[in-house]
């Protein structure tokens, strides 16, 4: 049973608009939510990250929402690029030792 | 730049062999990870490690065990291999960096057991 669960699977947007993943855990004690891209071949890397004693985080054109009542975060890339095409994870950790990872979403951004 | 080596990105192996999946990372890093990635359910973390010799299970460490005797060395080892482990094997160190905790992927071991 996945801990952190993700949506959608995959997602489609035209270049200039915006892409929204959303996720949710159940477990309290994570106090640490980051969002990792994958591009094919590769393993994933750091995107953005948030702690839940702040509700939005925003670096360039990638932004975190994290609702803390709700046990929910999201990801929005603004002005959506075709190099943003990749799979992006959420993923949550409790005390740092160690990290739950989303099933994953499959972003397309078409020219 | 951190480096996260894998011994091999391609493995194939018949069922019921012993494999080893072995990862190097070179920044000193204390906690190392072992994930499996598969189609629709992402990565799911196998085992841990915060120290030399310190081992914690994941959500899905059964047919799997791991051996950290050095610190920038973690090995992932499948007993008895079974089709059903045929996946592809993600390892990760972690560190603090910029207030964050970053993992580095290393670039994936792809299993195939036949």
């Known amino acids: 049973q996945q801990q952190v669960k993700q949506s959608p699977q995959s997602l489609i947007v035209q270049k200039g608009g915006i892409s929204i993943i959303n996720c949710a855990y159940e477990n309290t004690a994570f106090d640490y939510f980051p969002w990792y891209q994958q591009f094919p071949g590769k393993g994933p890397a750091l995107l953005i990250a948030i702690r839940p004693d702040v509700s939005e985080k925003k670096e360039g054109r990638f932004t975190i929402s994290f609702n803390k009542s709700a046990k929910q975060f999201s990801l929005h890339i603004m002005d959506s690029q075709p190099g943003d095409s990749a799979t992006y994870f959420c993923a949550a950790s409790q005390n740092n030792n160690d990290m739950r990872f989303g099933a994953g979403t499959r972003l397309t951004v078409k020219p | 730049d951190v480096k996260v080596t894998q011994s091999s990105r391609y493995l194939v192996k018949r069922t019921g062999e012993k494999v080893f999946l072995e990862c190097v990372q070179d920044?000193?890093?204390?906690?190392m990870f072992w994930y499996r990635q598969d189609p629709g359910l992402g990565l799911r973390l196998i085992y841990f490690?915060?120290?030399?010799?310190?081992?914690e299970k994941g959500d899905i460490p059964e047919g799997y065990s791991v051996s950290r005797e050095k610190k920038e060395r973690f090995s992932l080892i499948l007993e008895s291999a079974s089709t059903n482990q045929t996946s592809m094997y993600l390892c990760a160190s972690m560190e603090l960096s910029r207030g964050l905790y970053e993992q580095y992927f290393g670039p994936g071991t792809r299993l195939t057991v036949t």
């Open positions: 920044m000193d890093h204390e906690n």
């Open positions: 490690s915060y120290d030399v010799k310190m081992k």
